[in-house]
């Protein structure tokens, strides 16, 4: 006798229905294991992803940073060079006409100036415009003088040529310059007109 004459009639019965369905079982646990083998694979790739983003962003972000201190620094050197040039510009006045306007205002009270007003603590335009202040008021030290008694219109115009002369070479901005040759032309008239009236 065979095997499966053998066999049962339920253990065959069992065969013939439970053999398809381990098959199905089976195929279906496959599919289940592929489907979750694809969302760990996509759940990698988006970490991936979004790491390699993050990394980028920290990337820029570092660059910025790298970006605006360097521009910051840039501003920095260039505010204390433009603030330097204007403290520069009025001790060369100074000191071309220190012999003139040293009793009025010596070297100490121009550094204090320089300390108390046009340090680098201050916005650079303010600098600036404090130092061209500062011309105008050492020129006017200079301003106040008048030629001693003199004895000739020929000397009053030497007198004044060499204050013009002085400013021309002076290192001073145009505009304030022509201030200063036409403050000399009217105090040039002022002393002629005097001259005129005593003779």
């Given at each position: 006798m065979g095997d499966d004459e053998k066999m049962g009639f339920a253990e065959?019965?069992?065969r013939i229905i439970l053999f398809p369905l381990s098959q199905a079982d089976k195929a279906a646990?496959?599919?289940r294991n592929e489907a979750i083998k694809a969302r760990e694979q996509e759940?990698?790739?988006?970490?991936?992803?979004?790491?390699?983003?993050?990394?980028?962003?920290?990337?820029?972000?570092?660059?910025q940073q790298?970006?605006?201190k360097e521009r910051l620094e840039a501003e920095k050197t260039e505010h204390m060079a433009r603030g330097e040039k204007a403290r520069y510009r009025?001790?060369?006045?100074?000191?071309?006409?220190?012999?003139k306007i040293g009793d009025k205002f010596p070297q100490t009270k121009?550094?204090?100036?320089?300390?108390d007003y046009m340090n680098d603590s201050f916005?650079?335009?303010?600098?600036?415009?404090?130092?061209?202040?500062l011309e105008v008021m050492i020129q006017s030290f200079v301003g106040d003088q008048q030629p001693n008694k003199p004895k000739s219109r020929v000397e009053i115009k030497e007198f004044?040529?060499?204050?013009?002369?002085d400013v021309r070479k002076a290192d001073m901005a145009p505009e304030l310059q022509e201030v200063q040759l036409a403050e000399i032309n009217f105090r040039e008239d002022q002393a002629m007109m005097e001259f005129l009236d005593r003779s």
């Open positions: 065959w019965l069992g646990a496959n599919k759940d990698k790739q988006e970490r991936m992803r979004l790491e390699s983003a993050r990394r980028e962003e920290d990337r820029q972000r570092l660059a790298a970006a605006d009025c001790q060369l006045l100074f000191d071309r006409l220190a012999h121009l550094d204090r100036y320089f300390q916005p650079v335009e303010l600098i600036e415009r404090r130092g061209q202040e004044f040529d060499k204050e013009r002369a």
